[in-house]
Every structure is written in C-alpha cells, then in structure tokens.
C-alpha cells in the first residue's frame, strides 16, 4: 500500500508506535556489526529458543547499536507498562536467565547498565528521547541526534521506523515548507558537513538549488575509509530511513530527482540493511513519484565501493560512480555546480544526512542550542584505544577532550596513563594528554594541527609508541595515494623509509628537519585532502613528542617498548613464579625453566609475539 | 549469472564499472582475465579501463581466494592493540604471507583497511565471520589447522 497522504503516515506511526511498545515484555539485541562480532547472533538464537519454550509470552527483535561496543553483546528489555532496563554483556546462557526473569515482571541487577527512561503512551519527538541513560557514566553527557533511533528499532521494519516519526519531517516539508524555507532552516541550524572539511550544509545545498541546470544529483558519501572511525556504519545499520529521510529533504530542497549512496565494500551489513529500506521506502510509495501525495519525485541507487581510502573524496568518489578509478580532480568547480555526470550534485556524509529530518521535525534553534558558535549541535565519536568504555559517543561540539576521554571513556586502564588522543583519522594528528582541556570543534582542533574528520578518536596510553604511530600512518596514506601527484605518491614514500630507519634505530638527528621539509611539501603540493593532510600525524608528533623520536635516534630505544628492533623480552625473576603458561604458549620455544623457578627467555630464539606477555597472569613479562 | 546478464544489468547505471565486477567476482571468487574481456565488450568500454579500475580497488582479486578468507584488520585501534603480531602469527601458522593463499587452495590471508569494530579491537574476518578481542591465544584456537573437511576449522 502507498502512503499518500499525511493521515495515512500518521496512522502507520501510531501502528509502529504501539508494536514498538508491545504488551508483552520484549528484547531488542542489539545487532550491528560489532555486536554480531562480540556473538549477538548467538545470543539471539537463545532468546527465541527460550521464548519458544516458555510458550511465546515474550518476544525479541534485532535492534541497531546502542554504542557502548566495550559490553557488547547488549540486550534491552521493555516491559509491559514500558520500564526499561539495559543488559551487557549478555552471553547465551545468561540471556536464559534474563528471559525467565523478565517473563515474571522482575528486572535482574546483574549485569545491568542502566534504566533507561519509561517508554511514554505517544511516539516522542527527537528532543524526548536524545539522552536516555542520564545516570550511567558513559551515557550521560551524551546527546543523541543522529544517532537517536539506533538501538531502539528494527532496523530491517519500515513500521518501526514510523513509530518513531520516520518521514514526518518530510511530510512536513512537503506540506508546510518551500524549497528556500528548508534550506533556510538549514542554514540557521548550523549544521556543518560531518566529513571533515565541515561546510556548512545549507550553503551547499543552496548552490544546487540556484544551479540553472534540470538535472540534479544528491550522493551520501557512505565510504567511511579512516581507520578508527564506524559512526556511518553504525547509523546505517541502525536506522538506514534517517539517511533516506534526509536526502528526500535535501532533493526536495535542491529539486534533485536522483540520489545515490556510496557504500564501503567493508560494510556489508549496512549495504543489505541499506537495500531493505530502500525497498520498504519504495513500496510504501516514499520513493517513487508523487510521494506523500505531493508533486514530488525522487529515487535513488544504492553502489558498493571497492576499497579505496581516496574514494572517499568527493571528486574521486564521483569518478568511481562514473565508472573510473577513484582519482580526484582539482576543485573548483565544487561537485555542488558540477558534479555527477557533470551536473550539480550535493555530496552529505551519512551522519549528515541522518541529521537532516532531527532539524525539521524540530527545529533549527532547537539543534543550534547545542555546540558552540561557529560548531553548532553534536557530533558522534568513535573513542576506541586505550579507554574503559569504549563506543561511539554522541555530544555536543565543544564538550571538552577531558571529558570524551576520561569521563564518558572512564579513562585509562588500571596501571596505565594516557599519552595522547589521536584525532581525525590518517588526515589528522595527536594531541597529548596535557592538552585535553581542548575543546572538540572543528576549528580548535584545526589550530592545534589536527583535525575533527569524521569523528575517530583513538586514545593511546604509555605502551603506544608515538613514532609507530606516525609511521602506521604514513603507511596506510602512502600505500593509499592514488598516485596522481608525484609529492604525495614519492613524497610519502620516503618519509615513511625515514620513519622506518628511525624506528629500527637507524635514525640521524637531521632526519627529523628532512620530516618536516618533506611534509610541508608535500602539504603545498598535493591535489586533495590525502596529500595535504597525510603530514599531519607526523608533523604533530614531531612538535609534541619529540623527545620520543630523539630517544630512537640519540639511545637506539623505544620508550613505550613497541619498536621490534629497540626492545628485547625478558622475565622479572622477582615476579615470575615458574607456573610454565608462557613456555607452553611459546611458538619458538625461547622459553625454558624448570617448574616453580624463575624462567628465561632466549633473545636469540625469540620473534616479539607478545603471547607470553598475554598469558603471564603475574606481570612477569618485561619489555626493555 | 552469465556475464552478458551482468553487464545488461549495471550498463549506464551509476557505479556500472565496480557494480559489474563485484558480479563477476562473485562467479569465480576472483576476476579472470577473459571474463574481463568479455565484460568489456558488454558495457562497451574499452578493456583498460576495467583493468584499470580491477587493479586500482583493493576488493578485487585477479587470483583465487582459499576456502577460508582471513583478513587481519589494520585499523588504528587495532593496531595499538597488536594487529602486526596477529598477522605475523597467521603467516607464520598458515604459511602464507599476505596477499598469498595456500596450495591446496584451503586458506587465504588479506590485511584490511578498517572493519569498523574498532570497539571490540583487535579484529580478524574470516570468511564472513567478525572475531573480535583478538589475542594470540584466541586466534590460535580460531586458525586450528585442521585437514579433516568435515570439520569447520575457523568456528569458534
């Protein structure tokens, strides 16, 4: 059946508004790739064996990513009367337990995180429902916009998607709002490109909308290449119609007819989930022509990359759509005047797109409460690394480092002390720990020679070595350039044969001036954003953890232990009690001692696979 | 599906050149050198310009792939949390190096970008399994060499 009117969406809304809330108590596993890693599958399989066996007086549905990936697998429960309370880790045989509980009305404390606020008679707004966990640590600075329906709906039901107001903020549009008017608004929310670069969105679209042209293009940019950072794959996966939603809007606002989104060939899940929407949205007439009714057409096609960093460019990720490799071109003319097939084309990132429909449905002055002045409303991180709670984050632009890393993060490890935070993907940098009192904004970051990017925070402790760092980096970008502008493609080459030769303590103190000449080259002589900002990791090493890269090159020694060729295995005979775990785990056997007497390790045997450090319940493992 | 079919399909489509070998790829597992010509000639584009984009996407094998795919991700979470030791113990258990697959066609190893579970890192893939929190002891019991075909040895 196709939706063709505002009353008829109103009524699927309520319909998904009372089959998300049920009447019977319900489990929603949280079912996005990396709760599938963590063995969420698995843990779903017992949920409807043990549901079946009680004689169906529950149910269970899949649900997105809730984001706290450091208790996954996690499982909420909804009961009748709408309490609700999250669970993680929950494996298999304690989701029997839960179950069985629950069916009789009672809530476990074991392994819960949080309640989370009561589901309310009506479908909420946005507003209602963007921080639901406020006592718990992880959860309680964080307000959820992009990311408001992940873990709260199936992400494969069109009708949960309603429930929860999916293609209201459309309807909407098409009903109260002018092209202008939705741009306007747009423009007034603040909202700027979550990719990195962050033009302001309204700005964008509105040099589509002026374009003369007939043809018109919308892409979201759904190759999400920085290592570190899954917030598109999250979102994708967890509520695919938010992305739909904001692109119909933005091909309202534009008056483009088609769309296309870009998805990462790593991402498989978010491509089927994707593909599901897409038909569901489709069938209910929300793709197609004359959606909601009104004179309004648009569709779109979903393609897969192939595995390319540099696709992610803009001008490089239309050359692939195009049907060419991913190579950039020179800018202008910006994509937003030429661009696909050479007509106007507006490129959003994911995270951009899902907060479109947030904006309309409530307000531009409503988003722009939250962030700062020129960095309005929030941003979702992925703080991974060297942290307790690990996860993607989502809070307002301008919550402060400390904050991301040691209060929502929990901090370092027992033991351990943090060292940096390094921002931005191979495009950005790091930033010690002594300056966590920055603020996360596009443009504070930006001055301290890092970048926001897309949103990857990857938090290093004492054991991470900042040359290793700087090297992993100029690894991935070198072997990454596409190879067009001989700076970037030779350029990146041989800093990285320079930080191997510092690294293997082969280093000469004017490497370290050659580093810096090079990279401001390279910075000035490249075509894209790869090339001009693959530098930065090493440049903000440089500046700030000197010291480190001196004791490679003046001592010939690794401090934080991570340089193979700088360190050596070795057992505390203080520590060690003889209990024979490493020796057994020793795939060269460097090891040897007798039982219950202090053990060896021969240097010359050994290869540095750390198993021994992994084993050893006694910290008897040395790193020197 | 036959290769006529493919390129019928993604012919004027956007992403018509990676959408088409995808297809392809997916008959053999990896892209021959006659399927390319022949779909070359379907789209009606030159050849270079599917090799050229064939060679320039890491997803695209212009060999066979093993029974069972390990791909060790390099990350940057994973990498501060002993990606190069994960990867040295697959080549060194699997006798491969990366890029390479086995003799007997059984196992192959890629090193990939970013899998985007960074929160659960270290992460291998194998086939189309994610393992994450990854140590050596784990993926020692995740490689388990085994001949016997009855028994699915990258299970855990």
């Not at chain 1, 639901?132 to 199936?154: E, M, T, V, W």
């Not at chain 1, 038909?279 to 004359?290: F, I, P, T």
């Not at chain 2, 012919?11 to 892209?31: C, E, K, S, W």
Request: proline share 5%; with cysteine.
């Amino acid at each position: 059946m196709k939706i063709r009117s505002k009353t008829d969406l109103d009524e699927l809304q309520q319909e998904g508004w009372q089959q998300l809330r049920g009447t019977v108590p319900t489990f929603l596993v949280g079912m996005a790739s990396c709760g599938m890693a963590a063995g969420a599958e698995r843990v779903f399989q017992k949920a409807k064996e043990q549901i079946a066996k009680q004689g169906n007086n529950c149910r269970v549905f899949q649900t997105g990513c809730l984001g706290f990936c450091q208790v996954e697998p996690m499982v909420e429960v909804r009961l009748p009367g709408g309490d609700r309370c999250v669970y993680g880790p929950v494996f298999p045989e304690w989701m029997e337990n839960l179950i069985e509980s629950c069916s009789k009305g009672v809530l476990p404390d074991d392994r819960q995180i949080g309640r989370i606020q009561t589901l309310p008679a009506v479908p909420p707004l946005v507003a209602d429902i963007a921080c639901q966990l406020p006592d718990h640590l992880f959860y309680k600075r964080q307000i959820r916009i992009a990311s408001r329906n992940c873990g709260q709906i199936d992400p494969e039901s069109i009708l949960h998607a309603f429930g929860l107001g999916a293609y209201q903020a459309l309807a909407k549009c098409l009903a109260e709002m002018t092209p202008a008017g939705v741009i306007q608004e747009i423009v007034d929310s603040g909202l700027r490109g979550r990719g990195g670069a962050g033009y302001p969105t309204g700005k964008k679209w509105l040099f589509t909308k002026e374009a003369s042209e007939k043809r018109k293009y919308l892409i979201c940019n759904a190759d999400e290449g920085d290592p570190g950072a899954y917030m598109d794959r999250s979102l994708l996966e967890g509520d695919p119609h938010a992305v739909l939603e904001g692109m119909l809007i933005g091909a309202f606002a534009t008056s483009a007819q088609r769309g296309v989104i870009y998805v990462r060939r790593e991402y498989p899940l978010a491509s089927r989930r994707l593909q599901i929407a897409i038909e569901d949205a489709r069938a209910q007439g929300l793709l197609g022509e004359k959606i909601l009714g009104a004179n309004f057409s648009f569709d779109l096609d979903l393609v897969e990359g192939a595995g390319a960093f540099v696709s992610g460019e803009e001008t490089a990720l239309i050359a692939s759509i195009e049907g060419r490799i991913a190579e950039p071109r020179p800018r202008p003319p910006y994509p937003a005047v030429q661009g696909l097939y050479d007509c106007p084309t507006v490129i959003n990132k994911v995270e951009t797109w899902a907060n479109v429909p947030a904006i309309i449905q409530q307000s531009a002055h409503w988003y722009g409460q939250y962030g700062t002045e020129q960095s309005k409303g929030t941003k979702v991180f992925s703080l991974v690394g060297a942290v307790r709670n690990t996860g993607l984050v989502e809070t307002p632009l301008g919550t402060s480092l400390a904050t991301i890393v040691e209060q929502i993060g929990g901090g370092p490890h027992p033991g351990r002390s943090l060292k940096a935070v390094q921002t931005g993907g191979p495009s950005g940098g790091c930033i010690p720990a002594d300056r966590f009192d920055l603020s996360v904004d596009y443009e504070t970051l930006e001055a301290h020679g890092s970048i926001m990017g897309s949103g990857g925070m990857v938090v290093l402790d004492d054991r991470a070595c900042m040359v290793d760092i700087a090297k992993y980096f100029l690894r991935f970008t070198s072997s990454e350039s596409c190879g067009k502008c001989t700076p970037c493609r030779e350029g990146l080459d041989h800093m990285l044969q320079i930080l191997e030769r510092i690294a293997t303590g082969e280093g000469e103190n004017r490497d370290l001036d050659k580093l810096e000449t090079m990279a401001l080259g390279i910075k000035d002589g490249s075509l894209c954003g790869l090339g001009k900002s693959a530098p930065n990791p090493v440049l903000t090493t440089l500046r700030d953890f000197r010291q480190e890269y001196l004791a490679h090159i003046e001592e010939k020694r690794c401090p934080a232990g991570v340089c193979r060729e700088l360190i050596t295995y070795t057992i505390d005979e203080e520590a060690c009690t003889g209990c024979g775990a490493c020796l057994k785990v020793c795939p060269t056997d460097a090891i040897s001692g007798e039982k219950e007497l202090p053990h060896l390790i021969n240097a010359e045997l050994c290869i540095k696979c750390a198993s021994c450090r992994e084993v050893c319940t006694y910290d008897a493992i040395r790193i020197v | 599906m036959d290769i006529e079919a493919i390129a019928q399909n993604w012919r004027n489509r956007p992403g018509m050149v990676t959408g088409a070998l995808h297809d392809l790829q997916r008959r053999l597992g990896y892209l021959d050198e006659e399927g390319m010509k022949v779909l070359a000639t379907a789209l009606e584009i030159p050849l270079s310009q599917v090799y050229s984009v064939a060679t320039f996407f890491s997803s695209f094998r212009l060999a066979p792939i093993g029974r069972y795919h390990f791909q060790v991700c390099h990350g940057t979470a994973c990498h501060v949390r002993g990606a190069v030791q994960l990867r040295e113990r697959l080549e060194r258990d699997l006798h491969l190096t990366i890029g390479g697959t086995s003799p007997d066609g059984n196992y192959s190893l890629e090193e990939v970008r970013c899998l985007g579970c960074c929160g659960l890192a270290p992460v291998v893939q194998v086939n189309e399994d994610i393992h994450g929190r990854m140590n050596q002891i784990r993926l020692g019991r995740l490689i388990r060499p085994n001949e016997d075909e009855n028994e699915n040895p990258v299970k855990n």
